[in-house]
């Protein structure tokens, strides 16, 4: 990937954040071969999450996706701190979790802000895997979590 990633992301006026730290026993990332898991990401800045509750109640959908943009960008922090953003080769699976209210379907559309946000870094090598998931609650009330598998070079 070079350095083809980071200049995406500076095209998009994005910088890669500090990585999050851990909420409980567990490290951001792991390597296992040519593939790096991510932990669950939650839509957290300067270790503050963005936002609360429920999508469909407390936080509308178009603010979920762009929270969810905001885990993916955290999975890229992580992945970045353990090999590098340089050895991704592809995005191979991306799971999103919605909090979600009762009724409120429109779970998909909101884990595309994360999909959205790693195809535009990655190109090609950015279509990847998806599960998308309505829970109950989330870690923190967080709206959204998202988790990503990457392939190295």
């Known amino acids: 990937m070079s350095g083809a ?33 991510i932990s669950g990401q939650l839509p957290l800045a300067d270790g503050t999450l963005m936002a609360t509750g429920k999508v469909g109640a407390e ?11 905001i885990c993916a960008l955290n999975a890229l922090a992580a992945v970045d701190a353990l090999v590098g953003l340089e050895a991704v080769a592809k995005v191979v699976k991306v799971t999103g979790f919605v909090a979600a209210a009762d009724g409120f379907t429109a779970i998909p559309g909101v884990i595309n802000g994360a999909s959205e946000l790693l195809g535009a870094v990655f190109g090609e090598a950015g279509k990847h895997a998806r599960s998308a998931v309505g829970v109950a609650e989330l870690p923190l009330g967080a709206p959204v979590e998202v988790e990503v598998i990457f392939e190295l070079g």
């Open 59 to 69: 936080v509308p959908a178009e603010r979920a996706n762009e929270l969810a943009a």
């Open 5 to 37: 990633a980071r200049a995406r992301l500076a095209e998009l006026g994005l910088e890669l954040p500090p990585v999050a730290a851990p909420l409980a026993a567990y490290v951001p990332a792991v390597q296992s071969g040519r593939q790096v898991y």
